[in-house]
């Protein structure tokens, strides 16, 4: 090679160098700042706040919609254990009154008919037994028949028999309903009375645990209307700023 050929690529190669050590990513101030700033994205965050605007008024409708329906559950259960404590407190009433009515009426009746009616059976017998001593006294002093007079006998011990039975079956139902029947009537009326107490305890004690929760309930749907009406009202004031900017 010559000196002459040598002199004329020592220049080249230093010119390639150059141009490789130059930074080809970088690029000028203003291709940067147009890469940056996408076109469009600002109507995009319009958009975005008039979804959320939009979005905010709904659940605000559903919210107070939802605080109508509680204002009117509740309203109904407010009467419902209204009712409930009225039915109670005739339940009550009632099973007083049939109470008392048994002590007082129905017990007195039932026990005195019984007396009377052991008293009619022990008349009955005492007749009986009367009739058949003055027959067997006649039949002593007349001659009759002896079929006859066996017959009248026979059939005045019957009367006497039937009626001392008779007597026997009314004191034992006497003694049934005066020992059995008429205590058993009076637990059951008692336990109805305390069954309608019972109720009428509960039933007051729903309607004060249901005032509650239905206060809590309303306190609730109407906070969360609040608090949703003031997101609405920050929505609003930032899509008017965008809006004038």
Request: hydrophobic share 35%; proline share 2%.
């Amino acid at each position: 090679m010559t000196q002459r050929s040598l002199f004329l690529i020592l220049p080249i190669g230093l010119l390639t160098l150059a141009c490789a050590s130059t930074p080809r990513d970088k690029a000028p101030d203003g291709a940067a700042s147009a890469t940056d700033s996408t076109p469009g994205e600002e109507g995009k965050d319009d958009t975005s706040e008039a979804d959320k605007l939009q979005k905010k008024e709904r659940e605000l409708s559903y919210a107070r919609l939802e605080l109508k329906i509680a204002r009117l559950e509740a309203e109904g259960g407010e009467r419902e254990c209204k009712n409930a404590i009225e039915d109670a407190e005739r339940e009550i009433k009632e099973a007083t009154l049939e109470r008392e009515h048994f002590v007082q009426v129905t017990k007195e009746l039932e026990l005195a008919k019984s007396k009377l009616d052991l008293d009619r059976g022990a008349q009955q017998i005492e007749e009986s037994r009367q009739e058949l001593s003055e027959l067997e006294a006649m039949y002593k002093q007349e001659e009759l028949a002896t079929l006859t007079k066996e017959l009248v006998l026979t059939r005045g011990k019957k009367r006497l028999e039937m009626a001392q039975r008779n007597f026997d079956l009314d004191q034992k139902e006497a003694n049934d309903s005066r020992d059995f029947a008429h205590p058993k009537k009076l637990r059951d009326l008692d336990e109805a009375v305390a069954k309608a107490e019972k109720e009428l305890r509960e039933a007051k004690a729903k309607q004060t645990r249901a005032a509650s929760e239905k206060e809590l309930k309303l306190l609730k749907a109407e906070h969360e209307i609040d608090e949703l009406e003031r997101e609405l009202q920050k929505l609003k004031a930032k899509a008017s700023k965008v809006a004038a900017s």
